[in-house]
């Protein structure tokens, strides 16, 4: 049972486009959705998190659009970079636990 | 990256074989976990400690054992194992706070474990 639904698995994109990575989840309890980006190689590191009092967050070129009542939420890449090729994993949390639920992962590949 | 280091990077073991997995976290972190990553499936939680004590185990077969003798170290005993285990085992280390802001974890960079 996969509370954190992740799609694509796989985005290609041209320099200078914007990527576009969505999750939805079930449980309305969630409160807290962290993106983590992991090079091959590494272990994920956060990008950016948001809360659902808001409905936008960003970060650079990095940005959160959160839907609380289609229980979604998206990370939006402007201007990507081939440096921003990575795989990029949402997540979800609630309470106050540090129980993190991880989506399935979108491998994303910038092309030059 | 020395914040959280994992030894060792790559693992090849027979089903009968027992070995350990060592992560160790430089940030004064309270709080520890095992995940499991594999292919194409959600990063998968283990076992959280928190001040060293075991507070989550997310059904995790009997196989795997964690021990955590400080809050700086985590290890994984791995003893007759399936190859349906071989993956990617990542440790994270986060601070726990009292205020219910939720806490970064800081992943190291995992061991690739190949059972065979």
């Known amino acids: 049972q996969q509370q954190v639904k992740q799609s694509p698995q796989s985005l290609i994109v041209q320099k200078g486009g914007i990527s576009i990575i969505n999750c939805a989840y079930e449980?309305?309890?969630?409160?807290?959705f962290p993106w983590y980006q992991q090079f091959p190689g590494k272990g994920p590191a956060l990008l950016i998190a948001?809360?659902?009092?808001?409905s936008e967050k960003k970060e650079g070129r990095f940005t959160i659009s959160f839907n609380k009542s289609a229980k979604q939420f998206s990370l939006h890449i402007m201007d990507s970079q081939p440096g921003d090729s990575a795989t990029y994993f949402c997540?979800?949390?609630?309470?106050?636990?540090?129980?993190?639920?991880f989506g399935t992962g979108t491998l994303l590949a910038v092309q030059p | 990256e020395t914040g959280v280091t994992q030894t060792p990077r790559h693992l090849v073991m027979g089903m009968t074989n027992k070995k350990s997995l060592k992560c160790e976290q430089h940030?004064?972190?309270?709080?520890m976990y095992w995940y499991k990553q594999s292919a194409k499936k959600p990063l998968e939680l283990m076992f959280v400690?928190?001040?060293?004590?075991?507070?989550e185990n997310n059904s995790v077969p009997s196989r795997f054992s964690p021990e955590c003798p400080n809050s700086s170290h985590l290890f994984l005993h791995l003893h007759t194992l399936q190859p349906e285990d071989s993956a990617l085992y990542l440790c994270?280390?986060?601070?726990?706070?009292?205020?219910?802001?939720?806490?970064?974890?800081?992943f190291g960079p995992g061991t690739r474990l190949l059972v065979l």
């Open positions: 449980n309305t309890a969630f409160d807290y």
């Open positions: 948001i809360r659902p009092d808001v």
């Open positions: 997540a979800a949390s609630k309470g106050a636990t540090n129980k993190l639920i």
């Open positions: 994270a280390s986060s601070q726990t706070g009292t205020s219910g802001a939720k806490e970064t974890q800081y």
């Open positions: 940030l004064g972190h309270n709080a």
């Open positions: 400690y928190n001040f060293k004590e075991q507070t």
